[in-house]
DNA sequence: CGTCCAATTGACTGCGTTCAAGAGCCGTGG
DNA sequence: CCACGGCTCTTGAACGCAGTCAATTGGACG
């Protein structure tokens, strides 16, 4: 049988045509994207064109590194398409995943003074466009409009809030619930209905899925066999379905890690 | 034996009189402590007398709760003077302590939209001295002093920095690793040279190390007790002592969990 | 078709939890 | 001043969740 045939009882992979990233964008798209931005959304289309003058483009590959711990934290980048993931090697070998993100979101350095170096390694998950400042420049804009450092305190709020839901959760927790938690966390932030179901168009190894809940591969394999057993999930390689998500809010202990729907 | 002669083997205990904590400040006590801060370090003093108006004062005993999770999020708090936990209490019963602040940190709401109720319970760990004022009044001073807001967002980043740091910690060090971190972010943090040790002069139970490091009282007692026999630290009923700080940063792995000397 | 890597599953180990009992320390009240 | 009660801390012993080691499967891609 074919890829066109798709076997009976499992459907077929629902992402299509594998969409292909965009992998570059137009000064107009940049402008676009800024503008759309937590950031920048009070920002006057005018003063936006300025603004995003300061930002310089880069394209990545999956798999390509963006910027390493311990270089000197000299850029604020954001997002403009595709998916980063923010890693933190420990001395142990151990990776840990603090969170991979997407289109508007941010990384890297917001020129706080004790922030010398970067904290964790950014690598490009897929195919991904980043814009990016200076510290310094991002400084000058942040004292230029106070709105934007608004803004920016807001998401860092809530980046903060995140980071204690996740002490909350791999202190307290075992890893079902953790894992249970991270799946909603995605589904929250890029799931879509398809199907009677919440998908979530990324690729989401149980390598990733380890590293974000503190756990080891095959224990996480173990759960995500069990939820699939159970009717709960279903995944494929570049995709993660959610058949039913109150079951998995019951496992998770109704606390789901992030709670903006939007990005 | 009275406490005027100390047992011959264990040298008594190095805080003398058992400081009373400030219970109370007077309005120009407020404002010193207020302009004090890391928020309101670059606000000139005719502004500041302005802006400390706008701060009420409340005092506690040990103890007593100031606000708790699950309450509309309506106050910014500044901890004047005394110590106070920070503190998210788990379904499984589990209670999860994020910190121990002390005087010129903060808690509470910082008004984002997002952040409707309060996430942690906030309790006074010492008698303490806090100084409120509404989230929107808050938003208010953010809005006519953008330094101060530069200077709230890198309040934040900081705390937010650490947060990863401990989500590190958790997901990838033993126990023993994590108690060992932990002592040295309050050896940093308000530590004191005596007697060619640092003195933590701060209550600190083993229930309250095994709720900042995701463990059991039974395991941290014995990881301390390793400790003591090791020479590495010493404690009693309201202090710590740490004999051989290269020690523990041996086995905290020479990454320390806060970075800043000061408060 | 063969190679490579992710995922799965099983068996065993061990760190940390859990349960339980005892020791130390302190405030209180007789 | 000492005895009592309640608390935290300590230590021991057994259990269990998750980690580790190892072998196999399965899917993707050249």
Sequence with gaps: MTSE?????????????????????TPAEQVRILAATPFFRTV????????????RQADYFAGASI??????????SIVAAGMV??????????????DIIGSGDFFGS??????????????????????????????????????????TLDLVAARLRTAQQVIEHISAHPVDQRVAATLLHFARRIGRNVDETILIDMPLSRQDLADMTGAQVETVSRVMSEFRRAGIIESGRRWT???????????AGHLPLTTRAVT
């Design 44 to 55: 006057s289309p005018d003063h936006m064109l300025r603004l995003a003058s300061t930002f």
């Design 241 to 251: 379905a959610i058949r039913d998500v109150k079951a998995l809010e019951n496992i």
């Design 5 to 25: 045939n798709p076997a009976p009882n499992r459907r077929r992979s629902p992402i299509e045509p594998v969409s292909i990233e965009r992998h570059h964008c």
């Design 67 to 76: 910027q390493r711990s311990g270089e000197p934290a000299a850029r604020l």
């Design 85 to 98: 993931k923010l890693v933190r090697h420990t001395a142990s070998g151990q990776d840990v995943l603090l």
């Design 110 to 151: 917001l020129a706080d003074l004790g922030d010398l170096t970067y904290q964790e390694d950014a690598t490009a998950h897929t195919d991904c466009c980043i814009l990016y400042t200076t510290a310094e420049e991002f400084r000058q804009v942040l004292r230029t409009y106070p709105e934007v450092t608004i803004a």
